[in-house]
């Protein structure tokens, strides 16, 4: 575990030395879960979302995009349960004065139990060595018995009052966190306040004060743009049922326990998909969307091992089903995605707010009705950490060395192909200049000429760049370079004119969305 933590430092700290990730307003050391991409950053990002948009846009004749605002109508967010329901628990420590999310104190405590197994199954292997038998040390060793058992206690516990009627049970959340004797990792003491609910979104006053300023939200979820052009997309594009509507935008959440780098943000990106059904499909078009958006993770080729799907036993009073697709991070198993089958809920709320008949005519059952829909809702924040995570690798050389590199999917990488002249003479740099602006204009060329080859190597590597050419002396009378692997680290030569084709097919979106029909 602690290993893993530290890889996951050092996956922080390359964002930031390579460009990939800063901490926003950085010259002021920071703002709190807020963070800015970087030249290489901005490229991974935008490179995601068009292999998102695409699949969706492209791929499907009965999805289209749309692009909202983010500030809408105070009244949105009344009619879909964000001002009365989008809150977390929180509680203070009147010591440091520091406030927790009450939940995640009580999850970090069952995280604990299992660390203490984790540390008493480590401990008898290197006693009973080679004869140690986890499976059953783990069964049978009282010590274990016991800690599994108060693990299971909490987690019943903790289950119950999340769960209670009429919402989160608040002082039975206070009681967990007193019974269990949780301090505050600050203060060390164990001087609570009681257990309050918090709302997540930010909000902002529109227009002068004068005039009878009007307090709207920051969005926290860019579906409800959706729901609300329902009407105009159906109309205008003349929609059929079933049809989606696709978005990529920010969203804001006044996140308390902003943890984890870029996992948890309070200003993210979203690019959701509300698909458009006949009532009593829902539950064959969630099956479907589950496989779809599976395969479209699987596609990057990370390792099915390193997926799974967690469906949710509690559901929200508007849905009828609903699942995360979690991808393994080096600190867990952790939601990238979710997928909800949200019935006709927001729909119908917001035609009861605005007074507005949002329905569809079925001219096959010649009938009105309000569609049900299945949402998929992917973090482009978190699949650009998951696809870091897996990426980024210390590799030993067979020569002793290491390197640092970033195995990116070629067609999301920032740099395709990196042009190095081997000399700053005889016409080098000239020679390497003219194949990237023979290039350039079929994928991202970069230009690189200072320190030695293997320096250059290195630094393309951490960046993920997939390919780099070197021109030389040979190239000067043959027209053929080198043309050097990121993976593989193999050189070959090749002619220039063939360039193109051995890789712009490699590094292309379609060559990921060929996969995936
Ligand atoms: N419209 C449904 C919705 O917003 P959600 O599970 O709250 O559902 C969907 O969020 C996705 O948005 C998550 O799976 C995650 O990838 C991303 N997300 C949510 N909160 C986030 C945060 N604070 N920072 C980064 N990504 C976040």
Known sequence: ??????????????????????????????????????????????????????SMVLLHENIVGIDAAIFMHPTTWKASGHVDAFNDPLIDNRDSKKRYRADVLIEDQMAKYDEKIDKE???????????????????????????????????????????????????????????????????GTRNWTDVRQFNLMFSTEMGAAAEGASKIYLRPETAQGIFVNYLNVQ?????KLPFGIAQIGKAFRNEIVARQFIFRMREFEQMEMQFFIQPGTELDWFAKWKETRMKWHQNLGFGAENYRFHDHDKLAHYANAATDIEFH??????????????????????????GKKIEYFDPERNESYTPYVIETSIGVDRMFLSIMCHSYEEQQLPDGQTRT?????????????????????DGMPEKAQEIINSLRFHFNCKYEEKDQIGKRYRRMDAIGCPYCVTVDQQTLEDN??????????????????????????????????????
């Open 1 to 54: 575990m602690a290993q893993q933590e530290d890889v996951f430092k050092k996956i922080v700290s390359h964002c930031k030395e390579y460009g990939f990730v800063f901490p926003s307003s950085d010259i002021y050391d920071g703002l709190g879960a807020v963070y800015d991409y970087g030249q290489n950053g901005v490229e991974l990002k935008n490179n995601i979302k068009q292999y998102w948009w695409q």
């Open 121 to 187: 199954v480590e401990k008898a292997r290197k006693r009973f060595k080679e004869n140690f038998n986890e499976a059953q040390y783990r069964a049978t060793s009282p010590k274990v018995l016991e800690l599994a058992e108060k693990r299971d206690a909490l987690h019943k516990r903790f289950q119950e009052v999340m769960n209670a009627e009429g919402g989160i049970d608040l002082e039975g959340m206070k009681q967990i966190i007193l019974d269990e004797e949780i301090v505050c990792p600050i203060s």
């Open 235 to 239: 109309k205008t594009g003349r929609m």
């Open 329 to 354: 991070m080096p600190f867990g198993f952790k939601e990238v995605e979710g997928i909800h089958s949200r019935t006709n809920f927001d729909l119908s709320q917001h035609a009861k707010y605005s």
């Open 405 to 425: 590199v970033l195995h990116l999917p070629a067609a999301l990488a920032p740099v395709k192909l990196a042009v190095f002249p081997l000399t700053k003479k």
């Open 480 to 517: 053929t370079v080198t043309l050097r692997d990121r993976d593989t680290m193999e050189q070959r030569r090749v002619a220039i004119s063939d360039l193109r084709s051995i890789i712009e097919d490699k590094v292309s979106i379609t060559s990921l969305l060929k996969n995936l029909i």
